[in-house]
Nanobody
Framework: VQLQASGGGLVQAGGSLRLSCTAS????????VAWFRQAPGKEHNFVAR????????TYADSVKGRFTLSRDTAKNTVYLQMTSLKPEDTAVYSC?????????WGQGTQVTVSS
């Protein structure tokens, strides 16, 4: 199983970005996928999760109402649409899934929000 995260970049506060997490070796339609982020000098924090059953989603309070997860099964990709970005959203964003007790991570994509 390999995950590839992409879509990060530099954006002004209030702007939007869409991150992608694409899987190989695994059908995302049957997997729970989560995004985490880590800002410099800070802990690795949960951002959002889309569950394999029914596509239910959960979000960290800090991003609720601004970030939206979706899944494109044809492209085997999970998207994190980020809007109304704030400087405090600046971090390396990584996607994660767990298969049979093994945890798999994408390589991370940098999101930088300027004020």
């Amino acid at each position: 199983v390999q995950l590839q995260a992409s879509g990060g970049g530099l954006v002004q506060a209030g702007g939007s970005l869409r991150l992608s997490c694409t899987a190989s070796g695994l059908a995302f339609s049957g997997a729970t996928v989560a995004w985490f982020r880590q800002a410099p000098g800070k802990e690795h924090n949960f951002v959002a999760r889309i569950f394999r059953s029914g596509g239910h989603t959960t979000y960290a309070d800090s991003v609720k109402g601004r970030f939206t997860l979706s899944r494109d099964t044809a492209k085997n990709t999970v998207y994190l649409q980020m809007t109304s970005l704030k400087p405090e959203d600046t971090a390396v964003y990584s996607c994660n899934t767990q298969v049979r007790g093994e945890s798999y991570w994408g390589q991370g994509t940098q999101v930088t929000v300027s004020s």
